[in-house]
């Protein structure tokens, strides 16, 4: 890195559930103590053009019992629950509601008013907006994966994911050579009409992700989770500083320690 080069903190995830996971949360950690010593910004690459659902489970541990419980959004209809990229994936009426319900058996009672004043009415959106509400967020500069700029500015890439129209929703296709295609699990896919596209409908897969990220965020330091540590090409992005994030226990189960940070602090 340049020695006059402003750095670039970032680090990249999926939505992970309502409360995020704890390896998300140390990632924050991770970037914040960066700063400290570096100076610079803190870019938060939120990848919601996944489609996974899975993505959003959430771990919480019942608060008598100890017992893990995995929660997880209600989903409009199969069809989205399993192919609508998370940016699209609509939260059906009263799922907050009943959520709210569940909730005090498994984290403290002072952070309902925060999820419950949250009018989000997509997986992606209402799980940015309680990270915000987490105090999270804090100077940080998020970066969506859904934004269109964002997808209009990125190199292009050969391996990619495309968002289109199916049976009344917006799927996220698989680009292959003879066209776009579903996986229906296993070795079964389902073959879509031949279309035509354009980048604002682009998405990249996990091995082209780092490239498409550093196209438009143009980053000098990348915190690597321990999954991605196995799979990062980081040939692909030779400018990059790679720093492994902080270790934090139970790592997939939810972050709910602190209060709201509205709520905690008596001034």
């Not at 659902?53 to 989205?80: D, M």
């Not at 438009?216 to 196995?230: F, R, S």
Request: glycine share 6%.
């Amino acid at each position: 890195m340049s020695a006059s080069r402003t750095p670039v903190i970032c680090f990249g995830q999926q939505p992970c559930g309502f409360f995020p996971r704890r390896f998300l949360f140390a990632k924050f950690e991770t970037a914040r103590r960066l700063q400290r010593e570096l100076g610079g910004e803190i870019v938060f690459f939120y990848h919601d053009s996944d489609h996974d659902p899975r993505e959003t489970q959430t771990g919480l541990r019942h608060r008598k019992s100890g017992e893990l419980q995995w929660l997880n959004f209600a989903f409009a209809n199969k069809l989205q629950r399993k192919y609508s990229p998370l940016y699209l994936k609509r939260i059906p009426d009263g799922w907050r509601e009943t959520m709210a319900r569940q909730l005090p058996a498994y984290v403290d009672k002072a952070w309902l008013p925060a999820f419950k004043q949250i009018q989000a009415t997509t997986v992606a959106d209402f799980c940015l907006a309680m990270y915000e509400a987490m105090g999270l967020l804090d100077g940080v500069r998020v970066v969506r994966s859904s934004d269109p700029a964002v997808r209009e500015a990125a190199c292009a890439i050969d391996d990619f994911f495309v968002d289109v129209p199916h049976e009344g929703e917006i799927v996220r296709a698989r680009a292959r050579s003879d066209g776009l295609q579903l996986h229906d699990g296993g070795d079964h896919y389902i073959d879509l009409p031949a279309t035509t596209w354009t980048a604002v409908q682009v998405s990249p897969t996990r091995d082209s992700r780092l490239r498409w990220m550093q196209s438009v965020i143009g980053c000098t330091h990348y915190i690597a989770g321990a999954g991605e540590q196995a799979y990062l090409r980081t040939e692909d992005a030779p400018d990059i500083t790679f720093v492994p994030r902080d270790v934090i226990d139970r790592s997939d189960e939810a972050y709910c320690d602190d209060l709201p940070r509205q709520l905690s602090d008596p001034s």
